[in-house]
């Protein structure tokens, strides 16, 4: 009776286990509501910002806009930080977090990201008549130079990481983090590679990217999707059609373009 006893417990308990999605169960409230909650930091050119006015625009602004036209409900932007983005996700404050969102391993852990949207690495952004100078991590990591970074993000983890021996400032707001570089507070940042390009773009003559022979990482950008496998396949089909019609690409590139 004890081995029957056992052999039912082990052929039920998968059965009485909680499922850790239901398939549907954010899909059909977006519908209810009528409404995409959309979370991002709006401080990402240029794939996220919120201007002044407190309107946001940028490539993934774009993508959520197209996004809710195609589920027919309304977009609703989430404002959230990076410091706090796994936090307001678990909470529920969105179905989806977009804005040049990394896939990395602890958030993968928690729900499942969608298609990749574009692939990076970190690199260096310095002052133009600095560019020769930074050019691999050993060249950072010297005690006579100040690495600025933004907070709770991928840039910090990996500063403290590769970084030990320089100068380590964190600067609390991701938009303004590049003036640091600029009025000659800080002299280098590692972050994305498309951030270091955009950045030089806009502050032409001033920030320049450092002359590296290739990115310091490899990275991928997608949504961040709740655990509704509903959701994801959606979302996936969504970014398959907007990758294959250029759609995503001319986004992008309108985004790039932008001061």
């Known amino acids: 009776m004890r081995m029957l006893a056992l052999l039912l417990t082990l052929l039920l308990s998968p059965l009485c286990a909680a499922p850790t999605a239901f398939a549907g169960t954010t899909l059909d409230a977006i519908r209810a509501r009528g409404t995409l909650r959309v979370g991002t930091t709006g401080d990402y050119k240029p794939f996220s910002f919120r201007n002044g006015d407190g309107s946001y625009t940028g490539a993934d602004i774009d993508m959520a806009r197209a996004l809710a036209a195609s589920l027919g409900v309304r977009v609703e932007f989430v ?125 032409k003559g001033v920030l320049c990217a450092a002359d590296v022979p290739g990115p310091f990482t490899r990275l991928e950008k997608a949504y961040w999707v709740q655990a509704d496998p509903d959701l994801l396949a959606l979302v996936n089909s969504f970014v398959d059609e907007q990758m294959k019609s250029g759609a995503w690409q001319k986004m992008l590139g309108i985004g790039l373009a932008q001061p």
């Open 79 to 203: 404002p959230t930080v990076w410091a706090q983005l796994s936090k307001d996700f678990v909470a529920g404050s969105f179905d989806l977090a977009m804005g040049g969102v990394t896939n990395l391993a602890p958030r993968a852990a928690i729900a499942p990201f969608a298609h990749t949207v574009y692939v990076d690495g970190k690199r260096p952004i310095t002052s133009c008549a600095s560019r020769e100078r930074y050019t691999s991590i050993a060249a950072i990591n010297q005690p006579d130079v100040r690495v600025v970074v933004n907070p709770g993000a991928s840039n910090e983890d990996f500063a403290r990481a590769n970084f030990p021996r320089a100068k380590l400032a964190v600067h609390a707001d991701n938009a303004t983090v590049f003036d640091e570089i600029s009025a000659g507070r800080a002299d280098v940042m590692v972050t994305d590679g498309i951030e270091v390009d955009h950045q030089s773009f806009i502050h």
